[in-house]
């Protein structure tokens, strides 16, 4: 069983839909729990950070980690064609490197 | 501010041939990596170095070698390139906020 697991999709869905992506874990160790978001041919980049477990809304973005399922999650509320991107979560405990998913693949259809 | 600056953005090399990515980071972060990057695989650890004069393996280390120049510069080695190697690295770097900034890639492909 991979570290974490995450459906690579690819996701399509209508402009405005409310997007849901998803991860599980395995290790119990984790506590900071991020998304990425990678656009074609560019790097990653850090969209949400939670720290063990809870909820944390940014704009159209809610992330949420629920520790004793060791499961997160990120919403994307009103989702804009801008939004199609891959999505990797990543995970870490203490000073271990981050542990990413494969990638989701969305895309919004305007 | 550059971040995390990746030397070449491209590569092709033959087999056997050996190269090293360049990376550097100008945010003072402790802690550097290097990850690549395949369809349906995701990101893979390759290296890491938690802190100057340290480097430790990551989940695919076979066929690279690292070095820590100094706290702005960590670089990965092909030492005798294989078609298997033919993949998109990233460098990243992370300092005591546990997030990592990643450079913009390298697109390697080995014939």
């Known amino acids: 069983q991979k570290e974490v697991e995450q459906d690579p999709g690819p996701l399509s869905v209508p402009e405005g839909a409310i997007v849901s992506l998803n991860c599980t874990y395995s290790?119990?160790?984790?506590?900071?729990f991020m998304w990425y978001r990678q656009y074609s041919r560019k790097g990653p980049e850090l969209l949400m950070y939670?720290?063990?477990?809870g909820n944390k809304e940014d704009g159209r973005f809610t992330a949420q980690v629920d520790k004793s399922s060791k499961y997160i999650s990120l919403f994307i509320r009103d989702s804009q064609p801008s939004d199609s991107a891959t999505y990797l979560c990543?995970?870490?405990?203490?000073?271990?490197?981050?542990?990413f998913g494969k990638g989701t693949r969305l895309s919004v259809i305007a | 501010n550059a971040g995390v600056t990746q030397t070449p953005k491209f590569q092709v090399l033959k087999t056997g041939q050996s190269m090293t990515l360049q990376c550097a980071q100008d945010?003072?972060?402790?802690?550097m990596y290097w990850y690549r990057q395949d369809p349906g695989m995701g990101l893979r650890l390759i290296y890491y170095?938690?802190?100057?004069?340290?480097?430790d393996k990551g989940e695919v280390p076979n066929g690279y070698n690292v070095s820590r120049l100094n706290k702005r510069e960590f670089s990965l080695r092909l030492e005798s390139a294989a078609p298997s190697q033919t993949s998109v690295y990233f460098c990243?770097?992370?300092?005591?906020?546990?997030?990592?900034?990643f450079g913009q890639g390298t697109r390697l492909t080995v014939v």
């Open positions: 990243a770097s992370s300092g005591s906020g546990q997030i990592a900034f």
């Open positions: 290790n119990s160790a984790f506590q900071y």
């Open positions: 939670t720290y063990s477990s």
């Open positions: 990543a995970m870490r405990g203490g000073n271990t490197p981050l542990v």
């Open positions: 945010m003072n972060h402790n802690s």
């Open positions: 170095s938690a802190s100057e004069g340290t480097t």
